[in-house]
């Protein structure tokens, strides 16, 4: 008796076919246009656990989200998912969002940024249709592509995401390094192979600082960052938790953001050691001319504060700075979290001079 014949196996994809978009990111905002608080951030990453549960919490107020899984259960494409998602965190949470849908994380956050406020901006799948939407704009708009390797880039001539893909990707090599020019001449052309990782709000702590106006002094983004780091901190010690690594985010008067990581020594949560980590990374990024909005400092990678063994030291200064943390905890317990912060967050205090009246001279 013979054997069945094998149905034919299913013709290949043709070479141009790809893949619907599917890759959402979602920025939160209240209906005054503030950022969200941490409980209803919570809400929110629930919200999108009913859509789907591959959602990567962005902390403070954003959200990557991988919809494949549900365009065939919702009937919709990943556009109609995202205005279920809008219509429900309005309708629920009082909250507006702004949502890019592309095929990769990069499409999709680039989609966000160009998206009006509460509004829905789509990358289409072709990829003439994707290099259309990252011809024009700024080599800085790339994932990865800091204020200091956009300058780089535009010493020699390549200003724009369009002129960064047409340029061969042995030259971008030679002058980011190999695998910094594989990975910009990759994002150029729209291919970002970077997951959607799912993961916890809990597992991070983040605070942000936004700057009344467009700030260029580094001195005073270095004292939102004492601040910032401060506020972490005390949010770690009271919640019991240390720090393993901790994140900047710098968004720029143009809406675009830098983001870098930093992995700590040892976890902690004793604010000097954050505050150290949060300067060597803004110093990293070079901001010698960069307008920037706003700061985000996130501490990442949680764990319970007794594994932030405290290494022993002989500085007496060492000890005083977690005697006087210990004080300033108690102080912010009995009186609330204003009543106590870093004298250097405040700025410059104009001391008056020995001309001055009341003050002669000695």
């Known amino acids: 008796m013979s054997a069945a014949p094998k149905p034919p196996a299913a013709p290949p994809p043709p070479p141009g076919a790809r893949r619907p978009p599917a890759t959402l990111h979602i920025r939160f905002r209240t209906a005054a246009g503030e950022p969200v608080d941490a409980r209803q951030y919570e809400q929110l990453l629930g919200l999108l656990a009913q859509f789907t549960p591959v959602v990567q919490a962005l902390p403070p107020d954003a959200a990557l989200a991988d919809v494949r899984g549900a365009l065939r259960y919702f009937g919709r494409d990943a556009a109609g998912i995202a205005a279920l998602i809008r219509l429900r965190a309005l309708a629920w949470h009082g909250v507006s969002c702004t949502i890019g849908v592309g095929a990769n994380p990069q499409l999709a956050r680039i989609a966000a940024q160009d998206a009006p406020p509460g509004g829905i901006r789509a990358v289409p799948a072709d990829p003439r249709a994707a290099a259309a939407f990252l011809d024009r704009r700024p080599a800085a708009a790339l994932h990865g592509v800091g204020p200091a390797t956009a ?8 200003d724009s995401v369009g002129r960064i893909a ?18 910009v001449s ?3 052309r729209g291919i970002d192979p970077t997951p959607v990782t799912p993961n916890a709000a809990a597992r991070s702590i983040a605070a ?8 260029l002094d580094p001195d005073r983004r270095r004292r939102a960052l004492l601040s910032l780091a401060d506020e972490l901190g005390a949010r770690l010690r009271t919640s019991g938790q240390a720090a393993r690594a901790l994140t900047l985010t710098v968004r720029y008067a143009d809406r675009s953001t830098t983001t870098r990581t930093r992995r700590l020594a040892a976890p902690t949560a004793h604010g000097p050691a954050l505050t150290e980590a949060a300067y060597a990374l ?13 700061l985000a400092l996130r501490a990442e990678d949680l764990c319970p504060a007794e594994h932030a063994a405290r290494q022993l030291s002989f500085d007496p200064a060492d000890d005083r700075a977690h005697r006087v943390e210990a004080a300033t905890d108690r102080a912010r317990a009995r009186f609330g979290p204003g009543a106590a912060r ?13 001309d001055l009246p009341g003050h002669p001279r000695p």
């Not at 300058?151 to 390549?158: E, I, K």
């Not at 980011?176 to 020019?181: F, I, T």
């Open 151 to 158: 300058r780089t880039l535009s010493a020699y001539g390549l």
């Open 342 to 354: 870093p004298a250097a967050a405040l700025g410059p205090v104009a001391v008056p001079g020995p």
């Open 282 to 294: 803004h110093t990293a990024l070079a901001l010698q001319r960069a307008r920037v909005r706003a």
């Open 186 to 188: 990759d994002r150029a």
């Open 166 to 183: 047409a340029a061969p990707p042995a030259t971008l090599q030679r002058i980011l390094g190999a695998k910094a020019g594989r990975a």
């Open 208 to 215: 942000e600082h936004r700057f009344a106006h467009d700030e």
